[in-house]
Antibody
């Protein structure tokens, strides 16, 4: 069955960097676009970024453009989110999700806390 | 960017009730609308895609309708497992946005 497992979250100071990973299994990872979606504590869902199945196309929400980079390694069935210049407002649970127009499968999420 | 507005924000209902949640888009999104259920501490679960298509394994008491700018999620007979928060989500031109959520509470 489809499984997505995020890792790499933690507590980080403002301005620092963090890299999240999402290990995929149970499906042909290299055939599917992948997303990152986040949820601040007690708040709603916010789409962050998408990468095409082959890694050649990426799109981001405006608030993370120039700071976050989505990437993938299809040989390792792994999705990444490199987060630089972190801000307190980036504090959230980060989910990876499979899909294109909608999000069919989700991981369990990893918590990123940006605090001094 | 397309804004999604859900109503109500909170809904109190009893087991067996028929429940309807509305989602309005700030501009037409055709039928590119999905609905999710989220329980505390858990990832969202896809219920409905393309406005009215039921995701596999989702009970038939859930249904979706609408097109353009106005959409609804209906639960025909609310069950104990359905008390949760529900989100709509649109897709348009490489931009995805969610509604603010509707919490369905026990009356």
């Amino acid at each position: 069955q489809v499984q997505l497992a995020e890792s790499g979250g933690g507590v980080v100071q403002p301005g620092r960097s963090l890299r999240l990973s999402c290990a995929a299994s149970g499906f042909a990872f290299s055939s599917h676009a992948m997303h990152w979606v986040r949820q601040a504590p007690g708040k709603g869902l916010e789409w962050v970024a998408i990468i095409s199945y082959d890694g050649n196309n990426e799109f981001y929400i405006d608030s993370v453009k120039g700071r976050f980079t989505i990437s993938r390694d299809n040989s390792k069935n792994t999705l990444y989110l490199q987060m630089n210049g972190l801000r307190t407002e980036d504090t959230a649970v980060y989910y990876c999700a499979r899909g294109h127009s909608e999000f069919e499968y989700w991981g369990q999420g990893t918590l990123v806390t940006v605090s001094s | 960017d397309i804004q999604m507005t859900q109503s109500p924000s909170t809904l109190s209902a009893s087991v067996g009730d028929r429940v309807t949640i509305t989602c309005r888009a700030s501009q037409s999104i055709s039928a590119w609308l999905a609905w999710y259920q989220q329980k505390p501490g858990k990832a969202p679960k896809l219920l409905i895609y393309k406005a009215s298509s039921l995701e596999g394994g989702v009970p038939s008491r859930f249904s979706g309708s609408g097109s353009g700018t106005e959409f609804t999620l209906t639960i025909s007979s609310l069950q104990p497992d359905d008390f949760a928060t529900y989100y709509c989500q649109q897709y348009n031109s490489y931009s995805w946005t969610f509604g603010q959520g509707t919490k369905v509470e026990i009356k």
